[in-house]
């Protein structure tokens, strides 16, 4: 990583062991006192206000103790079976949607909170982003529908993107569960829609209004009966209404299998509410991150570095991480102001990230859900293009969030180098395709594809792995099938990835072919072709990534016609490499020629 520099710092305490590079969610091992007091990290906003300011971040508050309310094996077992049943509501919404990006690309999640929207489960295979969006969206819900005006079979519904996940092609659903009389909790989801009219998925988008259809919080569905009308409007405004209103049931489907899954829970552990059984999780889950804090030196560790941009104008992102005994702060001040185009990030998608990066170098661990956050603040300057105002557009905001993990691991990596990656060829890759299929009809697909993971101190980067998103890659007979599209060839990019002791992860090149008589409208989203992915502690950095049109390179960031015949070719960029090149074992070195991962004489 570029060198960046930082405060002095006396350090209290070193980690003892290396932690792993993805923010697991796996059942807590041991019980703790409940937390009734904690302010929650993630700010609420105002209802009349789009925007979050720094200044209504609430303070990381530390916990006062409190007797546990359930037997460590009890609780144990309570948060297994919550587990068990949002992936059963995973399982139903992926075998039931319509698009790729939820069916292939698992571009979705659900989560359990309680009645106040706390979160408490979520699958482990959730997008990262959307374990911190998702209770925040259940907040929203709350301001505008209380909850004793909350009735069965209401579905709430929006795509704010300030109030859901960023950008508006993200559709957010919650449902109030009632157990005798009373709102218990809430199932939710969000799901990508393939399509949400105006310009979605451009880079070129101006503000939410280019961007697509909005919709605001209200009631899809009013005691059990949906919104007719709603759904024609939706149907008038998408370009692919079979998939986007067949995605939408889909994420209702799995808000149903939650609750029929817990009120047999309820009614079998004889719960009156799951208050009591989140204070316990969020408690532990609480004291497992403050202990992961603890064990870094008290200090502050900046650190800034450039992405792509929009044509010549790189962003800076700036972070200062402030470590003080349990409790962390992280500030954004001197980011980059808010683009004219759709790059920014709004608050709740810095603040999912920032949380997700801190969760991988800290305590991966620990369970995602609101405990896990009370010791964390995050500052981001309104009016920056980490917390954007309204009608700015954030269609694209991976472009800038996406870098966000990164970020953490810049700044945390001075101080504890062994528990962090190299850069990573992220953002992901992808390409909006819009146009006629073979047989004439309109299609409108996103497909995914990945660049190298950087290596860390243990072992080589992942070659074409999404992070910090964990979208799947898109296989090419489905990619065949949902688009006139011809894959010509998909191969692994030798001496893509950095030169290490531990190499950074392969990009890879893509090439396709427009089969269709009619030219296609092709939208991407790609960064690491003009900032490469640093290596670390000697690593070199990785290969950038280009984007071909018939030959000839192309702005990854405006939209493209492909003609009939024409073909495209994407070459994702390496991850950074770990350790200095002379380092390298020698077998490792003679595996990656064999397997031609490197040229012959390479020391990578």
């Known amino acids: 990583m570029p060198a960046a520099r930082k405060t002095a710092a006396t350090p209290r305490k070193t980690s003892k062991t290396a932690r792993s590079s993805s923010a697991r969610q796996t059942a807590p091992k041991k019980l703790v006192a409940r937390n009734p007091d904690a302010k929650k990290a993630m700010p609420r906003k105002a209802s009349s206000s789009r925007t979050v300011s720094k200044k209504n971040a609430a303070p990381a508050k530390a916990s006062r103790a409190a007797a546990p309310r359930f037997d460590a094996v009890t609780l144990q077992v309570l948060w297994t079976r919550l587990i068990t049943i949002v992936n059963e509501a995973a399982a139903a919404l992926a075998r039931t949607s319509f698009s790729t990006l939820v069916r292939e690309a698992y571009d979705f999640s659900c989560i359990i909170t309680d009645d106040k929207g706390q979160g408490l489960a979520q699958p482990p295979g959730s997008i990262p982003a959307f374990i911190g969006t998702l209770p925040a969206t259940v907040k929203h819900f709350l301001d505008v529908f209380p909850v004793e005006t909350l009735r069965p079979g209401d579905i709430l519904i929006t795509n704010d993107p300030w109030k859901g996940t960023g950008h508006l092609a993200d559709v957010s659903v919650a449902k109030p569960i009632f157990h005798k009389g009373k709102v218990v909790a809430f199932a939710a989801s969000v799901a990508h829609a393939p399509d949400m009219g105006g310009r979605t998925g451009s880079t070129e988008s101006r503000d939410v209004y280019e961007e697509g259809f909005q919709i605001p919080a209200m009631r899809f569905c009013a005691g059990g ?201 992220s953002p992901i890759w992808s390409v909006l395709m819009r146009g006629k299929d073979m047989a004439g009809r309109p299609f409108s697909n996103k497909i995914f594809f990945n660049g190298g993971v950087g290596a860390n101190h243990r072992a080589d980067g992942l070659s074409t792995m999404a992070w910090p998103s964990n979208v799947s890659l898109t296989p090419a007979e489905v990619l065949e099938q949902l688009t006139p599209c011809r894959v010509v060839s998909k191969q692994l990019r030798p001496d893509s990835g950095g030169a290490g002791q531990f190499r950074g992860g392969l990009g890879q090149d893509i090439l396709l072919e427009n089969r269709s008589a009619h030219p296609m409208v092709l939208a991407f989203l790609a960064e690491r072709t003009k900032q490469p992915a640093p290596g670390l502690a000697g690593g070199k950095d990785g290969e950038l990534g280009s984007l071909l049109i018939d030959g000839e390179p192309v702005d990854p960031k405006r939209q493209h016609i492909l003609q009939p015949g024409g073909r495209i070719l994407m070459r994702t960029p390496g991850g950074g490499g770990y350790g200095s090149p002379d380092r390298r074992a020698a077998d490792a070195i003679a595996r990656d020629r064999r397997l031609a991962f490197t040229a012959a004489g390479a020391k990578r």
């Not at 004889?270 to 889950?285: G, P, Q, T």
């Not at 991988?360 to 309104?382: D, I, Q, T, Y």
């Open 225 to 425: 009966k949906p919104d007719q009308t709603f759904l024609k409007i939706l149907e008038a405004n998408v370009r692919s209404a079979d998939e986007v209103v067949g995605d939408l049931w889909a994420q209702v489907s799995a808000l149903e299998v939650i609750e029929k899954r817990l009120l047999p829970l309820m009614r079998q552990y004889k719960l009156e509410s799951l208050r009591e059984v989140a204070d316990d999780i969020h408690a532990r889950s609480e004291k497992a991150m403050r202990t992961a804090i603890r064990a870094v030196p008290d200090g502050t560790y900046p650190y800034e570095f450039q992405t792509d941009g929009l044509l010549d104008t790189p962003v800076t992102i700036r972070i200062a991480i402030t470590v003080k005994g349990d409790e962390l702060e992280v500030d954004y001040e001197g980011t980059s102001p808010q683009a004219h185009n759709a790059l920014n990030s709004a608050y709740c998608y810095t603040y999912a990230y920032t949380m997700y990066g801190l969760k991988c170098v800290l305590s991966p661990e620990v369970p995602n859900n609101e405990g896990a956050f009370r010791p964390v603040r995050v500052k981001a300057p309104v009016g920056s293009i980490v917390n954007h105002q309204f009608p700015n557009s954030g269609c694209s905001r991976v472009m800038i969030g996406h870098y966000l993990p990164f970020a953490v691991l810049g700044a945390l990596g001075q101080v504890i180098p062994q528990q962090v990656m190299a850069g990573p060829g």
